[in-house]
């Protein structure tokens, strides 16, 4: 364990930017072979959008990392948050149940929460539904993120370090497995259901993420895990649905000219607010 721990607080820059070049490319090349979905679309085209947005994503995280850092080690040196009042008590822990313990913790705070206030409060929603308006998800969504929700879920993260008491090496291995797992969930694959009921015990599967991308009310509002699937089974937000089932998008922004365009996608945080349609239900009976 002190192997890896030693690698992440030293990991070169080129290692972050393989794993998140390799893993587009590997998740790329899977669900070319075996597609979920069979999309009738141009998928470099598409691609492009969404490597501009994790572009964008990459700027802003660049420029905002030494707020990371600085948060982390005065964290650390201060003795605040949750692994730093464990490591002062009697109950001092191994590196790995550390790890496994700061995982689940920046993954609740730094991920599900601010993905589920961003679906909560509309201002906050502007931004992210850029995300959601991906008709045609794959691995290439997963930072499909307007560069002020990037903000937004940078500002989470952080918060999520200071209560964590995350020391830089955990910070950088939560950034790579929450990439990697993120592409791998986004992409447009299925697992067999064996394969599924196993993994989803653990992680958050395509199987389980894809209903998250729904089109329409209430099914966009569940499954907000990123790395670990407990959140929203702990919280009443988890759901299933077949994949087979799945219409992509967001009923607020049907048109290509609105989900297929730069230009478009970076002006909707600014545009009038779009109440959702939500499902249409079936007319009840009158006698």
Same mark, same amino acid.
């Given at each position: 364990?002190?192997?890896?721990?030693?690698?992440?607080?030293?990991?070169?820059?080129?290692?972050?930017?393989?794993?998140?070049?390799?893993?587009?490319?590997?998740?790329?090349?899977?669900?070319?072979?075996?597609?979920?979905?069979?999309?009738?679309? =141009?998928?470099?085209?598409?691609?492009?959008?969404?490597?501009?947005?994790?572009?964008?994503?990459?700027?802003?995280?660049?420029?905002?990392?030494?707020?990371?850092?600085?948060?982390?080690?005065? !964290?650390?040196?201060?003795?605040?948050?949750?692994?730093?009042?464990?490591?002062? @008590?009697?109950?001092?822990?191994?590196?790995?149940?550390?790890?496994?313990?700061?995982?689940?913790?920046?993954?609740?705070?730094?991920?599900?929460?601010?993905?589920?206030?961003?679906?909560?409060?509309?201002?906050?929603? =502007? %931004?992210?539904?850029?995300?959601?308006?991906?008709? &045609?998800?794959?691995?290439?969504?997963?930072?499909?993120?307007?560069?002020?929700?990037?903000?937004?879920? %940078?500002? %989470?993260?952080?918060?999520?370090?200071?209560?964590?008491?995350?020391?830089?090496?955990?910070?950088?291995?939560?950034?790579?497995?929450?990439? !990697?797992? @993120?592409?791998?969930?986004? !992409?447009?694959?299925?697992?067999?259901?064996?394969?599924?009921?196993?993994?989803?015990?653990?992680?958050?599967?395509?199987?389980?993420?894809?209903?998250?991308?729904?089109?329409?009310?209430?099914?966009?509002?569940?499954?907000?895990?990123?790395?670990?699937?407990?959140?929203?089974?702990? %919280?009443?937000? &988890?759901?299933?649905?077949?994949?087979?089932?799945?219409?992509?998008?967001?009923?607020?922004?049907?048109?290509? =000219?609105?989900? @297929?365009?730069?230009?478009?996608?970076?002006?909707?945080?600014?545009?009038?607010?779009?109440?959702?349609?939500?499902?249409?239900?079936?007319?009840?009976?009158? !006698?």
């Amino acid at each position: 364990m002190e192997r890896i721990v030693n690698y992440f607080e030293h990991i070169p820059s080129s290692h972050r930017s393989l794993i998140l070049v390799g893993g587009i490319t590997v998740f790329w090349l899977i669900e070319s072979a075996v597609p979920l979905i069979r999309f009738s679309y =141009r998928k470099w085209h598409h691609a492009g959008i969404n490597i501009f947005f994790t572009l964008t994503t990459i700027v802003v995280n660049f420029a905002l990392a030494f707020i990371l850092l600085r948060t982390s080690d005065w !964290a650390v040196q201060n003795n605040v948050g949750l692994l730093q009042w464990l490591e002062r @008590s009697d109950a001092r822990l191994p590196l790995w149940a550390e790890a496994i313990i700061g995982l689940l913790f920046l993954d609740l705070v730094g991920a599900w929460l601010p993905h589920f206030v961003e679906h909560k409060v509309k201002f906050l929603w =502007r %931004f992210h539904l850029i995300h959601h308006t991906d008709a &045609y998800v794959d691995t290439t969504t997963a930072n499909r993120h307007h560069p002020g929700e990037s903000v937004i879920r %940078f500002a %989470f993260t952080t918060v999520g370090v200071l209560l964590t008491g995350a020391p830089m090496w955990l910070v950088f291995m939560y950034q790579a497995i929450s990439v !990697a797992l @993120s592409q791998f969930n986004h !992409a447009n694959i299925e697992l067999p259901r064996w394969a599924d009921r196993v993994l989803s015990w653990f992680i958050v599967t395509p199987n389980m993420h894809h209903v998250h991308h729904h089109y329409v009310l209430p099914v966009t509002n569940t499954n907000y895990g990123n790395i670990f699937p407990y959140w929203d089974r702990l %919280f009443g937000t &988890y759901h299933e649905m077949p994949g087979k089932d799945l219409i992509y998008g967001i009923d607020t922004h049907p048109e290509p =000219r609105e989900h @297929s365009h730069i230009g478009s996608l970076l002006k909707i945080p600014f545009q009038k607010y779009r109440e959702p349609v939500g499902e249409k239900r079936p007319e009840p009976e009158t !006698a």
